[in-house]
């Protein structure tokens, strides 16, 4: 089958990287989670939002350990993407963002769920490593007012850490810039997100 997705060169150690990516954080409870990983890559997807919040994820786990052993040319070339600086929760209804203070302070909250992913999926490092912007610390669904920390101390945080991947990302997960990406993705290939 002809691949409809395209994928470009980002500089990533010779892989390419689909036009979409992958997120699993649902398929952990998909009893069709294999079929469904395999149909992506079958249709040109090579890019995989790993869901580190959910390292209980063993059935995407399992499907990577299954198709590095049948293809491991394939699985050579497939992406996998790390997630980190999510807020933790400090205790019931108060969160507080791993984005905050020192860039060493911020590289020490992020590294231990960095290592812990890898650990999980035996993976050696992320080949992205992707950290959502400074999230505002909550308490009770109430946000705390606070000057945000800039991306630039977010990207000397993560140079610390650069032995655990191989590109660093920052995302800003506003509905106008979600809106934008899945607009881009209809236009760029045949493929839909809505699928």
């Not at 090579?46 to 990577?64: G, I, Q, R, Y």
């Not at 060493?104 to 290592?115: D, F, G, H, V």
């Amino acid at each position: 089958m002809e691949p409809l997705v395209d994928k470009i060169d980002i500089g990533l150690d010779g892989k390419q990287i689909s036009g979409l990516m992958l997120g699993t954080s649902t398929l952990y409870t998909n009893k069709n989670c294999s079929s469904i990983l395999n149909a992506a890559v079958e249709y040109g997807i090579n890019t995989f939002d790993l869901a580190p919040s959910h390292l209980s994820n063993d059935k995407v786990k399992e499907w990577m350990f299954a198709f590095r052993k049948k293809d491991p040319e394939t699985f050579s070339r497939l992406v996998f993407v790390i997630k980190g600086g999510f807020p933790t929760e400090e205790k019931q209804g108060r969160y507080r963002s791993q984005l905050v203070g020192s860039a060493e302070e911020i590289a020490r909250n992020i590294q231990k769920s960095l290592e812990q992913a890898l650990a999980f999926y035996e993976l050696p490092k992320a080949d992205v490593f992707m950290l959502h912007r400074d999230d505002e610390d909550y308490v009770y669904n109430s946000a705390v007012k606070r000057e945000k920390t800039p991306v630039k101390t977010i990207f000397e945080a993560t140079k610390q850490l650069s032995q655990f991947y191989s590109i660093c990302s920052v995302s800003n997960l506003s509905l106008i810039h979600i809106c934008r990406c899945r607009r881009y993705a209809v236009c760029r290939s045949r493929w839909s997100p809505y699928h």
